[in-house]
Structures are given as C-alpha cells and as structure tokens.
Nanobody
Framework: QVQLVESGGGLVQAGGSLRLSCAAS????????MGWYRQAPGKQRELVAS???????NYANFVKGRFTISRRNTNNTVYLQMNGLEPEDTAVYYC??????????????WGQGTQVTVSA
C-alpha cells in the first residue's frame, strides 16, 4: 500500500556529494525497515544502508564512513546523504520498505529508482 517516491539522483564528479530522498505515502515508523539499495549494470541489487523503525542504522562496508541514512518523520521521508562519491558508486538507487508493524505476512515495496552517476 505504501508508495515510495525517490529523488535527488544525478550526475556528479568523483569526490562530490548527493542527497537522495525517499518520500513515503505512509508513516515510515509503521515500516519495520527502510533501506536504500543500489544496482549497477550487470550486478545484483545490493543493500547500501538500512534504518529500522527503532532508529538503528546499518551500512554496507563499501559505504561505511561516507554515506548516512536518516529520516524526517514529519514528512515521512528517508534520506541517504552520500559524500565522497566514487565512480564505483554509479548505480540506480532504490528505496525499499520491508515489513509492516502488526502484520506478519510479507510486505516489501520498492521505489522507482533514481540514477546516480559519478564521473571520474
């Protein structure tokens, strides 16, 4: 039922920064885990960062220290601040909602993706 609208992608030079936004149509605190994934051509989709409803954040090793996931509950938006971008970060970045509070069945929704391109 949740709609995820992503924005903030674009073209940036190596070493630059971008801030991705994921606006959800529901209160993000009812989602167990909000996450950012990315998928580069020819590669599997991989987890970049996740943020649990209790505020706990986890990061992939390849972005640790460079990226920060956060949320603003007032507008139901999850952010991914990306600093020190490298060409290897080039991918389509997807917002993900996984799990619904008080619901034991499967619940997974994806945003449409936003392209991040980092030039050398």
């Amino acid at each position: 039922q949740v709609q995820l609208v992503e924005s903030g992608g674009g073209l940036v030079q190596a070493g630059g920064s971008l801030r991705l936004s994921c606006a959800a149509s529901v209160n993000i605190r009812v989602i167990r885990v909000m996450g950012w994934y990315r998928q580069a051509p020819g590669k599997q989709r991989e987890l970049v960062a996740s943020l649990s409803a209790d505020g706990s954040a986890n990061y992939a090793n390849f972005v640790k220290g460079r990226f920060t996931i956060s949320r603003r509950n007032t507008n139901n938006t999850v952010y991914l601040q990306m600093n020190g971008l490298e060409p290897e970060d080039t991918a389509v970045y997807y917002c993900n909602a996984n799990g619904l509070q008080h619901y034991t069945g499967p619940y997974v929704h994806w945003g449409q993706g936003t392209q991040v391109t980092v030039s050398a």
